[in-house]
């Protein structure tokens, strides 16, 4: 049920949020939920040809495609939507809501996620950029598409496990976690995943409990970097899992670093986190220093960033 009450509304994002935060926080100012407002957020995100890491202009897989993630969950009813692998379908994230809001799963990948965007009205159109096409060329011949497959499976092994940092690959996402003046939490992510991956492969984006989860009683949570990580120890409904037993929101997050250290990452690999709790408390975490985050909170003119906590 909601409350009467008038909260001060709160966007935390990622630190390429900017644009979504400020569009979404118009819509919260007027009264808008959560849940509409994740959903604008990262469409905007996702429309943004600036932006190679999430939506249309999107970061190529191994055969050049673009292949989308992302999801969303609303904290009043713990109902979430999300879809993986999507070729031709720029807004992601509205497909995700569609899943949630029109049939009686929480994921659908590939084609049958394409046969539903199409079902609901959207348009097909090739979410490749120059941009795009140029992070596959720059690594990749046009005869790249003839490889075999244990060829290909060789090349994104090297690709993907770089030996040095500076060969790191190309990867990113969008988080936004919202709080209306209801008090409800919504929360959105939305990729293109890793850049040469493994056609199919599906990061943490989309995973409920990994990249993303949202409760209203204890919080919202959502992660960018290399999404095997945050799959194998579960870490966003971790993060609310430890609020909910009672630990504070710094001691929750470091805990949930503390498990990725101890998976030991290879070369390159890293996580960030963003949390908020339903008080409006948030914080940035990361494996590695340096890394920030936006929040913008009602009474602010406009996001601002902040340090991530680090383990690292
Ligand atoms: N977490 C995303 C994935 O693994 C990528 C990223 O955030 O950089 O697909």
Known sequence: ???????????????????????????????????????????????????????????????????????????????????????????VISLARAVMEELPHVLLVGRGAERFAGEMGQKPADQRTFASLDYWRTRFTETGVELTGAELRHIVTRLTQPLHLEDRVPHGTVNYLV?????????????????????????????????????????????????????????????????????????AGLECLAEIVQLNPRVGQYMNIVAMTPDGQHAGFSTVPGKHYLYYTGEMTEPVLGERVTNG
């Not at 409920?208 to 870490?235: F, H, K, P, Q």
């Open 1 to 91: 049920m909601h409350t009467n009450s008038h909260l001060n509304p709160v966007i935390i994002a990622s630190e390429n949020g900017r644009g979504g935060a400020v569009a979404a926080m118009e819509l919260l100012r007027r009264g808008g939920s959560a849940i509409d407002a994740a959903e604008l957020a990262a469409r905007i995100t996702e429309d943004d040809p600036e932006e190679h890491s999430v939506g249309f202009s999107g970061l190529p897989n191994l055969l050049g495609q673009v292949e989308l993630d992302a999801s969303l969950m609303n904290g009043r009813t713990l109902e979430t939507g999300a879809v993986a692998g999507v070729q031709e379908y720029g807004n």
């Open 179 to 251: 709080r209306d003046t209801h008090g409800d939490l919504a929360s959105a992510v939305s990729t293109s995943g890793h850049a040469w991956k493994y056609p199919g492969r599906v990061g943490d984006s989309p995973i409920i409990g990994a990249g993303n989860y949202c409760d209203n009683r204890y919080g919202a949570v959502a992660c960018t970097g290399s999404g095997e990580l945050a799959i194998r120890v579960s870490t966003a409904r971790s993060l609310i899992l430890y609020l909910k037993m009672g630990m504070s929101l710094d001691a």
